[in-house]
């Protein structure tokens, strides 16, 4: 990574361009950090269900720092694939949210999590079929129109495929997206991380990405999870910084010309401010097409 | 064909041991139940995680392995499970549970210790409210006094206790090394007036009278209701009011 640290300067986080916006995943650790520095940033994004409570201080730190950064919502827990329908309460108090707090984007995931009045907090993948296609449709577009708003959608790190699947996740996400009018969030590292867990080209997955279906790229870091027979998968732990075939991905996305608003996402063993920072300008760096270099 | 209703209610028993949910998944490289296991493993830690932010104290007073061990019980039974992807008013059975789990039922007072943590944990995410200070009632004729109905704040939450949850919670936070177990009961007040959380120990008369006002009785009402000789309102409305207790006011008919 220092190979792109170097080259990378500490430039404004604040292009004019909205599609060249960066920003990082906030969390409650670095709330105050954040309205005591006001770091260069274009955005953040928080995770909605994180702000569902009535009241108390982590609503407070938001409303404080929305009031310097845009911001976006991106959920975890509305389970647009759930055969049961969507969770109607979720829904009304993601519009309550999305009303006070005017987010610039508001997203969710091509996943489910919830069945027979059981939440699981994991974003299961779904089978890609008709039967699927048409649930997804059916949700995507009840969840716009109750917000009345578009929402993007976030290809999922996979750890399994389903025996019946007939569509791959691209040719899906796109059909979805004509049919809904909801964008994609393109998260890099699932593709990547799905790609080896699957044997799938990750190259090819982004060579199948539709620019102009995509609102929104995520870049995070993952490990590695190695069983007692030796086997291995890539898991989404958002615990470490963006691998070098990331960036590469990253890179060969905009070089398709797949220009969206970038976020870093760190979620566990959350380190100090300034690495997500550097994460940052890393991408602040691609995107402002600076030589860069890879491995 | 697969069908979704189906396949979600079979990964749910998956989630339960029965393995049949593997049959849906392709066979390639890694086995089907070790692919599975990512997600049985996310579950139990995501939700394990979320108990522990809500009972840090609890974690603290029996210890990682044993609160871990707990959780994980907990977790293993389906109606102990979410209902909805709102994780922060999710985890309020499970001082219940620490009552029937046999590593901690000898811990008698534990199960209260997690109540007061609950209500804690509520009284962070309650409504806010600004509250009302002395300010508020300068002007106020004494005549009205006793027409008077005070609206507790939305983050107040009241919890008695037949263990001295005081000397646990002190320990607990180092202010002591160690106790003896007094046998008493303890009252206790978990309010958020502003952005932190207070515990506050009232007197067994104090937290009578806030029960009174607390199920829509008026001063008057509760004042009645209490043993007068063992009373000091002006002390307790001064308490009340330093600590923010009261959100609104409005007078009886």
């Known amino acids: 990574m220092e190979s792109y640290l170097r080259i990378a300067p500490l430039v404004k986080l604040k292009p004019s361009n909205s599609h060249d916006l960066v920003g990082v995943g906030l969390r409650h650790p670095h709330y105050s ?43 975890i827990g509305l389970s647009l694939g759930s055969a049961d329908g969507l969770d109607k309460n979720h829904l009304r108090r993601l519009k309550d949210l999305i009303y006070r707090f005017s987010p610039f984007l508001v997203s969710e995931h091509l996943s489910w999590s919830r069945v027979n009045e059981t939440y699981f907090p994991d974003l299961i993948p779904l089978p890609y079929t008709e039967e699927t296609f048409s649930l997804l449709a059916q949700n995507i577009d009840e969840a716009q129109t109750f917000l009345g708003r578009e929402i993007l959608v976030e290809n999922p790190s996979s750890y399994l495929e389903y025996r019946d699947s007939i569509f791959s996740e691209t040719d899906f996400l796109a059909s979805l997206c004509r049919k809904t009018g909801a964008k994609i969030l393109l998260d890099i590292n699932n593709v990547y991380v799905s790609s080896f867990n699957h044997g799938w080209d990750a190259g090819a997955y982004i060579r199948a990405i539709s620019p102009e279906f995509v609102g929104e790229i995520h870049l995070a870091g993952h490990s590695l999870r190695t069983f ?37 996402e760190w979620d566990e063993e959350i380190p100090d401010f300034e690495v997500l920072m550097q994460e940052a300008i890393t991408a602040q760096g691609f995107l402002e097409k600076k030589e860069v270099a890879y491995g | 064909m697969v069908n979704l209703q189906v396949l979600q209610k079979d990964f749910l028993e998956s989630y339960k ?29 995501g939700l394990k995680k979320a108990l522990a932010i809500t009972y840090p104290l609890t974690w603290e007073l029996i210890g990682e392995d044993c609160a871990n061990g707990a959780a994980y019980a907990f977790l293993r039974e389906e109606p102990h499970l979410p209902k909805t992807g709102n994780l922060d008013e999710w985890g309020a059975a499970f001082p219940d549970f ?7 039922q000898s811990l008698a007072y534990l199960p209260d210790f997690a109540r007061l943590e609950w209500l804690k944990h509520m009284a962070y995410s309650a409504e806010d409210q600004i509250p009302l200070s002395a300010h508020d009632f300068k002007d106020m004729d004494a005549e009205n006094y006793a027409k008077l109905l005070l609206k507790l704040h939305p983050s107040a939450h009241f919890f008695s206790s037949s263990f001295p949850l005081d000397q646990i919670l002190a320990v607990v936070n180092g202010d002591v090394e160690s106790i003896e177990l007094e046998s008493r009961k303890s009252y206790a007040l978990a309010i958020r007036p502003f952005q932190t959380v207070h515990i ?21 009402e509760a004042i009645e209701g209490i043993d007068e000789k063992k009373f000091h309102l002006h002390e307790t409305l001064s308490f009340s009011l330093q600590n923010g207790l009261f959100s609104e006011y409005a007078f009886t008919s």
């Open chain 2, 200 to 220: 506050h120990w009232l007197s067994e008369i104090d937290f009578a009278f806030f029960s009174y006002l607390q199920k829509g009785d008026s001063l008057i």
């Open chain 1, 228 to 264: 007692e027979d030796g086997s291995v998968l890539r898991v989404d732990t958002h615990s470490s910084c963006v691998c070098d075939e990331v960036w590469a991905l990253y890179h060969q996305a905009l070089q398709q010309g797949i220009r969206a608003p970038t976020l870093i």
């Open chain 2, 17 to 45: 041991g029965d393995s049949s949910f593997e049959n849906y998944i392709q066979m390639n490289g890694p086995s089907p139940q070790n692919r599975l296991s990512i997600h049985h493993n996310t579950i139990r830690v």
């Open chain 1, 33 to 75: 950090y954040v309205l005591e520095n006001k770091p260069p940033l274009g955005w953040f994004e928080v995770h909605s269900e994180n702000y569902f409570m009535k009241g108390g201080p982590a609503l407070h730190f938001l409303e404080r720092i929305r009031e310097e950064y845009p911001l976006s919502l991106h959920g």
């Open chain 2, 98 to 104: 620490l009552e029937q789990f046999p590593p901690t």
